[in-house]
C-alpha cells in the first residue's frame, strides 16, 4: 500500500531541529546563514544521509542510479532499477524514498532531454506545452496519491502493459518511421491530453511512466520511437518537478543522498541518450520491448503478492 503522503510527518514536525536520538533516522547539517532582526539567528538544516547507511549500501545505490539513468535515457523504466535500491536503504521510509528518487531522476532526465534536443532536435512546440500541463497534473497526483490505494491501481497498469506489449510486438512496423496521425490543434490537443494523463499518473504511482509516454506518442500521435523517446524526457522531466514541488515543502527528500543519487544517474543518462541517438528507433524499440516486460513483471508480481495469492 502506497503511504500517506498528504501531511508532514508528525514525527519530523514535533521533533526539534538537529540530530536524532535513538532510533532517529536523520543526520542533520546545521548551519547559521544569517540573523534576523534584533540579534535572532536564523538556522536552516539540511536532510543529508540515513542514520545506518554504509558506505557498501551507498555504493548500491549509486550503481542503480548509473543503471537506471542508462534505462531511462533510452526508453523510459529508470525507476525498475532505481527505486528498489533507496527502499532497501536501512531507516529510508517509502514516501522518502520516493520523494528522493525524483531528485535524483530530475537530474537524469534533464540530461537525457539536453544530449536528445543537441542531437535529435525534438519539435518543441509539441513537448513544451505537454511538459507544462504534465508538472501541473503529477503535482495533484502526488498530493492526491493516498486517497488512491495502489492495489487498486496496480492491476489496472498490469492490463495496460499487457496491451502496450502486445501491440508493439504484433506489428513491427508501429514507430520505425514518423507518421503523424493529426494535424494543427487536434494534434496538440491530443499531446496535451497525453501529457496531462501520464503526469498525474506519475505523482499517484509512477513505474514506467517514461515508457508509457514513449508508447502513446508513438501510438496516438505518430511519432517514431527515437522522436517519442526525445519528446518523452522533456515531459519526464516536468512531471519528476512537479512531484518534487509537492515533496520538498513537506521535508521528504533527503539531499545529500538524492544528490549523490542524481550524479550517478546524470553519467547514466548521458550514455544511454548519446546510445539511443545513435542506434536509432529499431534499437530503441527493443529496449522498449525489454523494459515493458520487466515492468510486467514486476507489477504482476505485487499485483500477485497484494492481491491474489491465497495464504496473503
Same mark, same amino acid.
Given at each position: 500500500?502506497?503511504?500517506?503522503?498528504?501531511?508532514?510527518?508528525?514525527?519530523? !514536525?514535533?521533533? %526539534?531541529?538537529?540530530?536524532?536520538? !535513538?532510533?532517529?533516522?536523520?543526520?542533520?547539517?546545521r548551519g547559521a546563514v544569517g540573523r534576523a532582526g534584533a540579534g535572532a539567528a536564523v538556522t536552516?538544516?539540511?536532510? =543529508?544521509?540515513?542514520?545506518?547507511?554504509?558506505?557498501?549500501? $551507498?555504493?548500491?545505490? =549509486?550503481?542503480?542510479?548509473?543503471?537506471?539513468?542508462?534505462?531511462?535515457?533510452?526508453v523510459g523504466g529508470g525507476g525498475l532499477v532505481q527505486l528498489p535500491a533507496l527502499l532497501l536503504v536501512p531507516g529510508l521510509s517509502p514516501v522518502e524514498a520516493l520523494a528522493t528518487n525524483k531528485l535524483g531522476s530530475i537530474l537524469g532526465t534533464t540530461t537525457s532531454a539536453?544530449?536528445?534536443?543537441?542531437?535529435?532536435?525534438?519539435?518543441?512546440?509539441?513537448?513544451?506545452?505537454?511538459?507544462? $500541463?504534465?508538472?501541473?497534473?503529477?503535482?495533484?497526483?502526488?498530493? +492526491?496519491?493516498?486517497?488512491?490505494?495502489?492495489?487498486?491501481?496496480? %492491476? +489496472?497498469?498490469v492490463v495496460a502493459l499487457v496491451a502496450i506489449g502486445a501491440v508493439t510486438l504484433l506489428r513491427p512496423s508501429i514507430g520505425q +518511421?514518423?507518421?503523424l496521425r493529426h494535424a494543427g490543434r487536434r494534434h496538440h490537443g491530443v499531446a496535451a491530453a497525453v501529457g496531462a494523463v501520464i503526469g498525474f499518473y506519475d505523482g499517484v504511482l509512477g513505474p514506467g511512466t517514461g515508457s508509457f509516454l514513449v508508447f502513446a506518442m508513438v501510438?496516438?500521435?505518430?511519432?517514431?520511437?527515437? !522522436?517519442?523517446?526525445a519528446k518523452a524526457k522533456i515531459v519526464n522531466c516536468a512531471t519528476n518537478l512537479g512531484a518534487l514541488v509537492f515533496f520538498v515543502p513537506h521535508g521528504l527528500v533527503f539531499w545529500g543522498l538524492g544528490l549523490l543519487l542524481g550524479a550517478a544517474n546524470t553519467v547514466g543518462a548521458y550514455l544511454g541518450a548519446r546510445l539511443?541517438?545513435?542506434?536509432?528507433?529499431?534499437? +530503441?524499440?527493443?529496449?522498449?520491448l525489454v523494459v515493458v516486460t520487466a515492468l510486467l513483471l514486476r507489477l504482476g508480481w505485487d499485483v500477485w503478492v497484494e492481491d491474489v495469492r491465497p495464504d496473503r
Open positions: 500500500m502506497r503511504p500517506t503522503l498528504g501531511t508532514t510527518p508528525p514525527s519530523r !514536525a514535533a521533533e %526539534p531541529r538537529g540530530h536524532r536520538g !535513538a532510533g532517529g533516522r536523520l543526520l542533520r547539517c536552516t538544516s539540511l536532510d =543529508v544521509l540515513p542514520e545506518g547507511l554504509s558506505p557498501t549500501a $551507498l555504493l548500491l545505490v =549509486v550503481l542503480a542510479g548509473l543503471v537506471a539513468g542508462f534505462v531511462d535515457a533510452v539536453v544530449t536528445y534536443h543537441r542531437r535529435v532536435h525534438p519539435d518543441l512546440r509539441t513537448a513544451l506545452p505537454m511538459a507544462g $500541463l504534465a508538472l501541473v497534473t503529477s503535482f495533484l497526483g502526488a498530493s +492526491v496519491a493516498a486517497l488512491l490505494p495502489a492495489d487498486v491501481v496496480k %492491476p +489496472v497498469i +518511421v514518423t507518421a501510438s496516438l500521435l505518430g511519432y517514431d520511437f527515437l !522522436a517519442a523517446s539511443a541517438t545513435t542506434r536509432g528507433s529499431r534499437f +530503441v524499440r527493443i529496449a522498449f
